[in-house]
């Protein structure tokens, strides 16, 4: 059964840092593009950052290019974002996806619309919340 699993969400105060972790089951990551997106209330989805099945090239977004960073661990099957310096604006639900490779870039997970993808996995989500 594919599953991913994210965790390591919370409150935060402005400034501080998180670090969510992405658990892969069922599948192998570094046959996967593998993508962290946030949703806020009354905002659309956005592709925060993604990286390529081979873990050497990473997408961010320019809202948190230079704050956040996004690595994976094969060895464990599992994908990180690092988030420094956070503002209340990272506010947001934050998903993990998972695609084959053969299927999408990493570029191409990031910038894709809501429900254009296919052979796609989510995650149930974290919440991240930054506030003082």
């Known amino acids: 059964q594919v599953q991913l699993v994210e965790s390591g969400g919370g409150l935060v105060q402005p400034g501080g840092s998180l670090r969510l972790s992405c658990a892969a089951s069922g599948f192998t990551l570094n046959y996967y593009t593998i993508g962290w997106f946030r949703q806020a209330p009354g905002k659309e989805r956005e592709g925060v950052s993604c990286?390529?099945?081979?873990?050497?090239?990473?997408y961010y977004a320019s809202s948190v290019k230079g704050r956040f960073t996004l690595s994976s661990d094969n060895g464990k099957n599992t994908v990180y974002l690092q988030m420094n310096s956070l503002k209340p604006e990272d506010t947001a639900v934050y998903y993990c996806?998972?695609?084959?490779?053969?299927?999408?870039?990493?570029?191409?997970?990031?910038?894709?619309?809501?429900?254009?993808?296919?052979?796609?996995?989510w995650g149930q989500g974290t919440q991240v919340t930054v506030s003082s």
């Open positions: 996806a998972a695609v084959p490779a053969y299927y999408t870039n990493y570029v191409g997970l990031c910038r894709s619309a809501p429900g254009s993808l296919l052979l796609d996995y």
């Open positions: 990286i390529s099945s081979s873990g050497g090239s990473t």
